[in-house]
């Protein structure tokens, strides 16, 4: 079956870097790009970006260009999110969402605290 | 952006009760191939985000048919005909017409 496994939670300093996966499994990976859509503690849904898993071209929301890189490991079917010069408004749970939003990864916590 | 205004921000429901969820849109969704791409997504407690409706009024694999989508350019609704507790959680429409993809804010449903 189709699954989008994340990585596990991840508490951080302010300054510091964070990559955060998403390993896909049960289709061909290339085949779908991948989002990433961050939800702030109580809050709403909102979309970052995407990448193309076949040609790893990556496209930024406006308030995600900078500090945040989205990569690919191909071979491994994985996509990754790295957020460098952590902020404390980093912290969120981070999904990764197959490109038709059909399927999403469990979110990652990201704790950002001195 | 696209700003997507959802109505009501809470709902309380018994079950068995049919309700709807409104979503408007500040700009057509029609997009220039013909197509129109909102969706409705539920957030249980706890869970990720589950797709429920795709461009309109498409149901996804595997959701129950009390779920049902309608509407056209800026105007959306989302109805569920027959409330049961596993529906409780968090509504949101989305639209991926134009970029960047924009969510609405959120209706809540509640159980009474």
Known sequence: QIQLVQSGPELKKPGESVKISCKASGYTFTDYAMHWVKQAPG???????????????????????????????????????????????????????RWELDYWGQGVMVTVSS | DVVLTQTPPTLSATIGQSVSISCRSSQSLLDSDG??????????????????????????????????????????????????????????????????????????????
């Not at chain 1, 790295?82 to 999904?95: C, G, M, R, W």
């Not at chain 2, 249980?44 to 996804?60: A, F, T």
């Not at chain 2, 968090?90 to 639209?95: A, E, I, K, R």
């Open chain 1, 43 to 97: 809050k709403g849904l909102k979309w970052m970006g995407w990448i193309n898993t076949y040609t790893g071209k990556p496209t930024y929301a406006d308030d995600f260009k900078g500090r945040f890189v989205f990569s690919l490991e191909a071979s491994a079917s994985t996509a990754n999110l790295q957020i460098s010069n952590l902020k404390n408004e980093d912290t969120a749970t981070y999904f990764c969402a």
């Open chain 2, 35 to 112: 197509d129109t791409y909102l969706n409705w997504l539920l957030q249980r407690p706890g869970q990720s985000p589950q797709l429920l409706i795709y461009s309109v009024s498409n149901l996804e694999s595997g959701v129950p048919n009390r779920f049902s989508g309608s509407g056209s350019e800026t105007d959306f609704t989302l109805k569920i005909s027959g409330v049961e507790a596993e529906d409780l959680g968090v509504y949101y429409c989305m639209q991926a017409t134009h970029a960047p993809l924009t969510f609405g804010s959120g209706t809540k449903l509640e159980i009474k």
